[in-house]
């Protein structure tokens, strides 16, 4: 019954997430790229851990000519499935070496909080830089040491989502943190009919402290690190924040 993350889930993940706000999300990426002056029109565009690729499906229908990587091929079976014709590739976030430079690179929904290490995180966020066109941004989301601890008010979230053959998924997802690792961990519980699975994941937060000397040692010089969906400033009761970081145009 128990399996390696992103592997099981990968077949109900859209079912039981039906309600992310993708379009919101893509929506205020967009307009911090277009504000700064990026030309979107047919511009190269990765996600970063694309998952079955809901956020990459906004970015495409924005215009943008997208390419999906992800490290599970479970999840890539289901984006392929899900958007034929666009290119998605299997690939580790620390390691990924492709042979195009982007405009704009994504990785959203806390994806970059399942590397568990900041040297991890670091390795991560130079690629990105690797991968950028001069001028491009990189656009993320991570979740706080606070949101890594306070996950979900009671610390659980259960309910059945329906499935598009007409049969209903249920999930009981409990989260505890574990104050000696200093990791977030979420067991996600399904049942599938006569089929059951769990999955154990696990996250460390990054506050924006921990985050803007990872940033400059990738290469990024400029960057800002706001809360969702003002571009405020984070304080110390954010749980999640967003970073824009921009590759230095050359001279």
């Not at 505890?176 to 460390?204: I, K, N, P, W």
């Amino acid at each position: 019954m128990q399996r390696p993350p992103f592997t099981a889930l990968a077949a109900v993940y859209d079912a039981i997430m039906a309600d992310v706000e993708y379009d919101h999300w893509a929506d205020f990426v967009l307009t911090y790229a277009r504000d700064g002056r990026m030309e979107l029109a047919c511009a190269r565009a990765l996600d970063l851990a694309c998952g079955t690729g809901g956020f990459t499906r906004q970015l495409l229908q924005a215009g943008l000519s997208v390419t999906g990587l992800d490290g599970s091929p479970d999840m890539l079976r289901e984006a392929r499935r899900r958007l034929p014709g666009v290119p998605f590739v299997e690939g580790d976030l620390r390691t990924f070496a492709l042979p195009e430079r982007f405009a704009l690179i994504t990785c959203v929904f806390d994806s970059l909080n399942n590397l568990l290490t900041p040297e991890d995180l670091g390795a991560a966020l130079r690629q990105a830089w690797i991968h950028l066109e001069p001028g491009g941004l990189l656009a993320f989301d991570v979740n706080t040491r606070l949101g890594v601890r306070e996950l979900w008010e009671g610390d659980a979230v259960e309910g059945l989502a329906p499935l598009p053959g007409g049969e209903e998924v249920h999930y009981h997802w409990s989260h505890h943190y574990d104050a000696e690792a200093d990791l977030g961990v979420v067991q996600a519980f399904c049942r599938l009919g006569e089929q059951e699975f769990v999955e154990t994941h696990r996250e460390r937060g990054y506050d924006p402290q921990d985050l803007a000397p990872l940033l400059r040692s990738a290469g990024f010089p400029r960057f800002e690190i706001v809360e969702y969906p003002d571009y405020a400033e984070p304080t110390p009761d954010t749980a999640r924040v967003w970073v824009f970081a921009w590759k230095e145009s050359e001279t």
